[in-house]
């Protein structure tokens, strides 16, 4: 039982909890995986740059595989002085692209580097030049080996880059027993390498790029850090953020190609990815959040609705109870005339009639609740003189008040009044619940004021108590349906909770407003502020209740 009551007072934070605790759970998890597939897809991206470069570097090694084949002689060329078998080799190759010289050196012989002419298509002792130096330095390591004991075991193309304006290939030229007899070489084309083998080796890479969206950039850059060329047509260089960058591997050793982007790195990119799903993990647990929120709190409010309209029942039942065993009582005494006189029997009379103008307040205003919630109020407004019906409704309390002993006192209401647009009955009954709860709510004090007055385009009719007030915190709620103040003495007076709620919608029905002033244990004052200029009678069917199940 206790369990019970205790679930049911905390049902908020337990229903809070039921489901944040999983949340927060879900959410460390999701962060966990997605910290993990950032750093994943951070690696994955790289490795797969490096590859891409590491394929750009190959395909230039593979343009220049057929040199290999070229420069590949006999060792009779050498051996046997058959050099118009190389010169016939050479020129049969059409000259081989992206070269710029073809030569032979016979180590044996211990001559001379001889160029190709192809024109001629014969060897010959080139003149002093740039290039002839460099193929003598080139060569000069060879001749070295040769004369130390000139045996290779595995040949192959060498690569010569000490003077970048002539880049050379050389081939080893062997015997059978492996012995060095010559060196076959060519000097490579630069101009060619960059206008043709740089693009198509860079093409052929991209080209197996699965995912090309991002626009990675390729540039080559030469020793000195200039760009020989890019895949970025505009090289915008300034907006480059380069990712990753490596030299080549074969030829141009002292170049390196790189690869950029324009807008944001890899890592950038998977950050930026994480920070949004992270993101919309949050904002969907924050409306998943929220909405639990509204559920729970809409759950409270039918909550304490139900245990409201409990409470309701049990106050009405006995507001109709006790008035009619009373009437039954003094009925019974009249009927069998057992009353000391005449003046007893009008006392009788007086309580009786009184008790039943309260039960039909009660009951009226049971029945106008239920025709406001269902929509069904209507209201019949017509011009009327509002002194007229404040008159007639406080003597239809006169006897309730004097037999309380309470002190009337009436302010304004001989001045003159414009007349106003109202339902005189609805009007009437909203004065009446005011009046009943001032008597009501009064304790000790005995003095009600009445008043009518004009404040601009409004008629204000206000009932004043001295009674024990209303605290701050419940003044707006006391006009929601059931709501009852639930400290102090209020818990003594009986009441259905639902008569102000119907004075607020007959005074909106009539574009009017009901508002209060009260101070604990000093009094209240209700106002009801009526337009005075209504053009057009309103609507007959009353607007839909507003009232709410106050929070509290
Ligand atoms: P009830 O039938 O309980 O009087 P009402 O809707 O008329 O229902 O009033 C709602 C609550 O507002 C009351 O229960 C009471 O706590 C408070 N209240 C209304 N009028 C007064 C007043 N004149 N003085 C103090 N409290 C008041």
Redesign the pocket.
Known sequence: MQIRALSKRYNWWIGFVAVLLPLAILLGLQYRWLRQLDTFSERAHKAQVASLLEAVSKNVEYSYADAGQVLDLQPTVFTQHQLDRAAHLFKKKGGVVGVTRLFVMSLRDEKEPLFFTPAYATFSQPEDSPEARAVSVAVAPWKALYHRDGVLEHVRLFVEEKDPSYRILLYPVTDDSSRLVGLAGMILDERYFREKVLPKAIRDALSELSDRSEGPIISVEDSQGRIIYSTDPLSDTELWRTEARRPFGFVFTDWSVALATRHATAAEVAHRNFAVNLGLSAALSAVLLCGLMLALRYASREMKLSQMKNEFVS?VSHELRTPLASIRVFGELLRLGRFGGVDKAREYGDFIETESRRLTQLIN?ILDFASIESGRKTYRFERSDLREVVEATLRSFEVRLRKEGFRLHLEGIDAPLPTVVIDAGAIGQSLS??L???V???RDARDIDVSLRRDGDFVVLS?R?H????PRS?QRK??D?F????TGL?HD???????????RHIVEAHHGKVT?E?RPEE??T?SIHLPIEVSEPVALAAPAPREQPSEA
């Open positions: 106050n205003n619940n005011l009943d709860n001032a009501k709510y009064s009932v108590d009674g024990i007030g209303i419940e006391i006009f349906r709501h009852r103040v639930s209020v007076v009986k009441g259905s909770g639902l008569g102000l709620a119907i004075v209060v009260s009094g209240s209700f």
